[in-house]
């Protein structure tokens, strides 16, 4: 049984590092989100607070369904409840489309002001030309 469990998180790596990286990097945001779902995971009949069901011994408390740390799977914001109790915030995807959006317009921001500081320059060195 913890086999397939494994076998699945590793469908789920991406989700599993967010979970990672938001416990290390505390964030207001993110912590608030995680007590939130805390708050449905506690009363569900699914929690395995002794880890027999955990996907990796030792990362109790973890859902009996999917075997996930939920210290982690918690504050990982796209990953949802398998049983519905919570859904993701942003799933990866639309995750990822939105930072290349932000980052192609800030791209575009600073190639648009590179060019002109080069004109004014062209300009600059032309009237001191004269």
């Not at 002794?50 to 030792?58: R, S, Y």
């Not at 290349?100 to 791209?107: A, F, R």
């Given at each position: ?48 607070k ?12 973890c ?36 930072k ?31």
């Amino acid at each position: 049984m913890r086999i397939s469990k494994l076998l699945s998180a590793l469908g789920n790596a991406k989700q599993i590092a967010e979970g990672v990286k938001n416990k290390i990097f505390k964030k207001d945001d993110v912590e608030a989100v995680a007590r939130l779902r805390w708050m449905e995971c506690k009363v569900c009949p699914l929690l395995d607070k002794k880890g027999k069901t955990c996907a990796v011994n030792g990362t109790q408390p973890c859902c009996s369904d999917c075997g996930c740390s939920l210290s982690l799977k918690l504050r990982a914001l796209s990953s949802a409840c398998p049983k519905g109790r919570w859904g993701a915030i942003m799933p990866g995807k639309i995750e990822n489309i939105l930072k290349n959006q932000i980052l192609g317009d800030e791209k575009k921001k600073h190639e648009k002001k590179i060019k002109d500081m080069s004109k004014n320059l062209k300009h600059r060195k032309n009237d001191s030309n004269i």
